[in-house]
Each structure stands twice: as structure tokens, then as C-alpha cells.
């Protein structure tokens, strides 16, 4: 690839980021469905015509923002994540760090919220459906709840019968229903941090009970 090349594969994804940060800015701020290609052109300063060499469509780069805020939260969790712990101290810290990140961060959960509300209904090419499937197959088959999980069965702070897979499964459908609930019933839709201080203690002290082993009789 020659250097003139380069310059102009460099700007065309620049504008495709500044495209999808834009987008991502105004569907965090309002009801993605209202937000219309005009208005992520106006917000990132690019043309209409830039825009269609990127996107055939507004739903691209709603998939777009809804694979980055998943990565983000993912990386997140990744983090809090200690290695030299027992998997049981492990699970515990992920958990709460989980509960962070929604104070943190209300408005990228109640898109992910509003995503799955609309998922199914989209008119989308297969090919982005596929492709967003199977990023969704890769994210759960590497799951950040997976090793700390088989951790702890294997130094007996978690319980023997476990099926990694299937508890790390459930822990996240319930995390992610449980905040899902508290900011769609939050008034006028405005994420009030202060809501998680009712469930956070409770739901991962349920949580840790359900897979913590059994003390010895």
C-alpha cells in the first residue's frame, strides 16, 4: 500500500469511528429509534454521502455501539478480576465491580436495555445479525464469570457440582435483569444510581449463597 494510500484508508476510518461515537452520543441521550442519520452527520460534522460509504443503514451503527458498550462493560468486569484469589473472593469482587459500573455507567445499561427491546424487530441483513451473534457466541464462550468460577470449584470455595457454563449463565441473567429493571422503572427513564443500593448487597449475597460450598457437617 503506497504512503497516499495509507492517508486515505486512515481517514476513511476515522470518519467511520467519528461516525459511531456520534451515534453512540446521541442514542445514549435519547430513544436510539428517535435518532435519525441527519443527526449523527450533523453531530460527527460529516456528510450524508461519507456516512452511506460506511453504513447502508442507522442500524449499523446502533450494532456498532451495542458490541462497543458490551466490550466496554466486559473489559470493566475483566479488570476487577484478581487471579490470586480464591475463585469464590474472585466472583465476589466481579459482582461488585458490576454494580459500579451500572452507578457509573446507567446510561450504557439502559441502551443495552432498550437494544434487546428492539432487537428481534429490526430490519437488519442477515450478515450483520450473524455477525453480531456470533460476537455475542465468542463473548459468552470466553465469559469473564467462566475462570473465576472453575476456580473456585477447583480450590472448593465453590460448590463441586457446579456447571461453569450454565452458573456463569445464570449470574449474568440475573445481574443484567436486575439492573435492567431498576432503570426501566426509573422515572422518565433518567438512571438513578441510587436504586442499586437496595439490590446490590442482597442479590450478590443470594447469589454467593447459591454457589458458595456447603460448610463440612
Known amino acids: 500500500m503506497s504512503e497516499q494510500e495509507s492517508w486515505h484508508q486512515h481517514v476513511r476510518s476515522q470518519h467511520r469511528d467519528e461516525l ?3 451515534g453512540q452520543q446521541l ?4 430513544n436510539f429509534p428517535d435518532i435519525r442519520v441527519n443527526d449523527i452527520c450533523k453531530l460527527a460534522g460529516i456528510s450524508r454521502v461519507t456516512f452511506y460509504k460506511h453504513f447502508d443503514d442507522i442500524n449499523e451503527v446502533v450494532f456498532e455501539v451495542q458490541m462497543r458498550i458490551l466490550t466496554h ?16 473472593e474472585r466472583l465476589k469482587a466481579i459482582l461488585h465491580s458490576w454494580v459500579d459500573y451500572a452507578r457509573q455507567h446507567g446510561q450504557e445499561l439502559r441502551f443495552i436495555v ?3 427491546l428492539y432487537y428481534d424487530g429490526m430490519q437488519i441483513k442477515d450478515e ?3 455477525r453480531y451473534e456470533q460476537f455475542v457466541y465468542e463473548g459468552q464462550k470466553s465469559g469473564f464469570l467462566l475462570d473465576p468460577l472453575q476456580a473456585g470449584i477447583a480450590d472448593g470455595t465453590l460448590f463441586s457440582q457446579l456447571d461453569p457454563h450454565r452458573t456463569g449463565a445464570l449470574i449474568f441473567q440475573t445481574i443484567m435483569g436486575v ?3 431498576l432503570i426501566l422503572s426509573n422515572h422518565q427513564n433518567h438512571f438513578q444510581p441510587n436504586a442499586l443500593d437496595e ?10 449463597h447459591y454457589v458458595a460450598s456447603p460448610p463440612e457437617a
Open 199 to 208: 439490590m446490590d448487597l442482597p442479590v450478590i449475597t443470594m447469589l454467593l
Open 179 to 181: 439492573l435492567q429493571r
Open 20 to 22: 459511531i461515537q456520534a
Open 128 to 130: 450483520l445479525r450473524q
Open 27 to 30: 442514542f445514549l441521550q435519547h
Open 73 to 88: 462493560m466486559t473489559d470493566w468486569l475483566v479488570a476487577a478480576d484478581q487471579p490470586e484469589r480464591t475463585g469464590y
Open 114 to 116: 432498550l437494544f434487546d
